[in-house]
């Protein structure tokens, strides 16, 4: 493991579930560790929870004894002040965590804009359910040392955060599926977006590449290593899948990802369709919660972006549209030729007027400022509909001008729907 770091010092900023990982691991290493956080009740709940570690001020430490300095992802590595202060100190944790594996551990990242910790999810399931024993955490919500050190695979969904953060992350098989617009207020431009998104195959030992995707298929076509195409076009076994628990249309690209990858440890067609059907997905992507009537009700909080919210939209017909938040640059634009399976939308959040505008004269709307507005609205309107309808709450927008994040706008969702269950 990382004996390397005993008696060492080193800097932990942000103490988020991340940053009391990575300080439970370095204090297990025996390293001296700093901790600190721009949220005080972050710093007081660390220092309850791990005395040991060192609360100070990171003006005020030696910075020529540092050794590390680890950054919880969404840190801005080049503009936060901590940076400016570690200089070229700066690991992620995924990074850090890497290098303690042995090399018999099989590493597999998965990136890409839309996707990433469905297939990073059904990958894991996959592996396990062929009997490998697999740990799955990174990005989709357990960090990677809270991960069993025992494991045999791990299967590690990494975002452009922590590509960022990280000068080289080595993994054995790199999924990349896809990207889009996104992120790119963070990234500064979309160059910089998918130069981000392209270091995870660079230094892999081979790389499972989306073909669908014109950027990605470009990636594919020069990247000069070990490389597998990956399309959902016409794949043989998504015409095998019946009975699936989850969407095989908004999933399509994540199962043809994930064949290709059990593909590389040898499971065979049966055992791979036998474990897509026992999964069961995501909450809030493209998540069906029940059906009221005639209204099927689906929240897809997870969609933050206009190509995630596509996947949805394709899966059903008669849609009333719950959408908007915190908008990404290209908007709802790129979902125009969709249009015509909405039959109404109902606006909410910081680009209502912004939507307003791109659905002028092509879809009716409705701007209901809340979620919880929009819901009672949308619910009014679909229950007087004669036909088979869907209210899709796919906001296509990210949560922050309302929410802490997709999962509290994902639950409050749920919790409506139960609400009116009963």
């Not at 396990?128 to 045999?152: M, Q, R, S, T």
């Not at 999924?175 to 160059?191: A, F, R, S």
């Not at 997905?281 to 005639?294: A, D, H, P, S, T």
């Not at 701007?367 to 088979?388: I, M, T, V």
Request: a negative charge; aromatic letters at 10%.
């Amino acid at each position: 493991m990382l004996n390397k770091y005993q008696n060492k010092k080193v800097a932990v900023f942000g103490l988020a579930r991340t940053g009391l990982s990575v300080i439970n691991a370095m204090l297990n290493y025996k390293a001296v560790v700093y901790g600190w956080d721009d949220n005080e009740q972050q710093i007081l709940k660390a220092r309850a929870t791990y005395p040991q570690c060192d609360f100070i001020h990171p003006s005020l430490y030696n910075w020529n004894e540092i050794d590390q300095l680890i950054l919880s992802p969404g840190i801005d590595s080049k503009t936060h002040w901590i940076a400016q202060c570690a200089k070229r100190k700066i690991k992620s944790d995924i990074e850090l965590f890497l290098e303690a594996l042995t090399p018999q551990q099989k590493i597999i990242g998965i990136t890409g804009t839309n996707g990433k910790s469905t297939t990073t999810s059904l990958i894991g399931h996959i592996l396990e359910f062929a009997g490998k024993k697999v740990a799955v955490g990174g990005n989709i919500g357990i960090p990677v040392y809270n991960l069993n050190i025992h494991a045999e695979i791990y299967v590690i969904e990494i975002s452009s955060a922590h590509l960022e953060l990280s000068e080289k992350i080595k993994v054995d098989i790199a999924v990349l599926l896809n990207i889009t617009p996104d992120h790119i207020d963070t990234h500064g431009c979309m160059e910089n977006y998918i130069a981000l998104k392209s270091k995870l195959i660079n230094d892999s030992e081979i790389a499972v590449i989306g073909c669908d995707n014109n950027i990605t298929a470009k990636i594919f076509d020069k990247f000069p290593g070990n490389k597998i195409p990956v399309s959902a076009v016409n794949h043989a076994i998504l015409n095998a899948i019946d009975n699936a628990k989850i969407n095989l249309i908004s999933n399509a690209e994540n199962i043809a990802a994930t064949y290709a990858v059990s593909k590389l440890f040898d499971i065979d067609d049966d055992t791979f369709i036998d474990g897509v059907k026992s999964f069961t997905g995501l909450k809030y992507r493209n998540e069906i919660l029940g059906k009221v009537n005639n209204v099927l009700f689906v929240n897809d909080s997870k969609a933050t972006n206009a190509a995630s919210s596509e996947k949805a939209i394709l899966s059903y017909s008669n849609i009333y549209w719950i959408v908007g938040g915190k908008s990404k640059v290209e908007g709802i634009e790129p979902l125009n030729t969709y249009f015509s399976q909405i039959r109404k939308a109902f606006l909410i959040g910081e680009s209502t007027e912004t939507f307003a505008n791109t659905l002028k004269d092509r879809v009716d709307f409705i701007k209901c400022g809340s979620l919880e507005n929009a819901f009672e609205l949308a619910f009014q309107d679909a229950s007087d509909s004669k036909e088979e309808v869907t209210i899709l709450f796919s906001p296509a927008c990210a949560s922050f001008d309302q929410w802490k994040d997709f999962e509290e706008r994902g639950a409050a969702f749920s919790k409506m729907f139960e609400n009116l269950k009963y």
